[in-house]
């Protein structure tokens, strides 16, 4: 097992994406942000927080989306449906979808047609805590990611949060 990202460098790295974010969406008036649900709603739930500390906007329009049974391997596997929180339209809005690993891009494919539902948005860009880049199967990419990692197919990516795991870290197993 190695630590890929420690406790001190992962609340460093939510910092940085939370600044990014902000960066290309200065006026957040006209920008959502949505995680994916389950393991996602860590990440955008403390970029959320940190967006109300540096900014002077308003309510930042946030919700969480479950693509269970977008996916296109529901019928492999037994999954377990989150709840869908989206109390506003993301017509014409400006979307950050958030999730915490980018593997092979399925999660991402499923979450854009699962977007459709709540509206067209003008333009969707994607975070991530941890960007696999070489395990893509599908042509998606990160707007902003928190670490780049190159890893072989055996190698798993566990990110660990205090609210479900009792610590914050990210460990190559």
């Known amino acids: 097992m190695k630590t890929i990202l420690s406790e001190q460098q992962l609340a460093l790295t939510v910092k940085r994406l939370a600044h990014q974010i902000l960066e290309n969406n200065l006026d957040l008036t006209n920008t959502v942000i949505i995680g994916l649900q389950p393991r996602g709603v860590f990440l955008s739930d403390r970029i959320v927080n940190e967006l109300k500390k540096i900014t002077a906007a308003g309510e930042i329009q946030y919700g969480r989306l479950d693509i269970t049974f977008y996916r296109d391997d529901v019928r492999k596997s037994l999954h377990i449906a989150n709840q869908t929180d989206i109390p506003f339209s993301i017509t014409d809005k400006k979307v950050v979808l958030i999730d915490d ?25 994607l975070c991530v805590l941890i960007d696999r880049r070489f395990s893509r199967e599908l042509p998606i990419q990160p707007d902003y990611a928190g670490k780049v990692i190159d890893t072989i197919i055996s190698q798993k990516v566990k990110v660990q949060w205090t609210e479900n795991d009792g610590l914050d870290q990210v460990v190559l197993i």
């Open 101 to 125: 690993v980018l593997y092979t891009g399925r999660t991402i494919r499923a979450a854009l047609d699962a977007l459709l539902d709540f509206g067209r948005p003008s333009k969707v860009s």
